[in-house]
């Protein structure tokens, strides 16, 4: 089994800056894809960012040239550094991997979830 945790959401201005972080463990052999992925009240879940394991990454449209996504795959870690922010970034940010443990090939997994409010 792999336990997401996520880290670093809370309430910040218009224009502000947040870093989320997630940290997976447990009897992990290998993690691929990386992503972040949000929920806004009454909608879809969407997918943020993703990074492969070697570095290649992937944006939605609304966060290109705001937020960039970074892991150290040493330590099993995701970040999402996340500039200029706006109302619309509103939601509950989830992390998700996709992961092999000795009992399960390239499992999915997410964590519990982080609010991130931009607002004045």
């Known amino acids: 089994q792999v336990q997401l945790v996520e880290s670093g959401g809370g309430l910040v201005q218009p224009g502000g800056s947040l870093r989320l972080s997630c940290a997976a463990s447990g009897s992990i052999i290998a993690i691929y894809t990386m992503d972040w992925y949000r929920q806004a009240p009454g909608m879809q879940r969407e997918l943020v960012a993703s990074?492969?394991?070697?570095?290649?990454?992937n944006y939605a449209d609304s966060v290109k040239g705001r937020f960039t996504i970074s892991r150290e795959n040493a330590k099993n870690t995701v970040a999402l550094q996340m500039n200029s922010l706006k109302p619309e970034d509103t939601a509950v940010y989830y992390c998700?991997?996709?992961?092999?443990?000795?009992?399960?090939?390239?499992?999915?997994?997410w964590g519990q979830g982080t609010q991130v409010t931009v607002s004045s």
């Open positions: 998700h991997a996709e992961a092999t443990t000795p009992i399960r090939l390239r499992g999915v997994y």
């Open positions: 990074i492969t394991s070697v570095g290649r990454t």
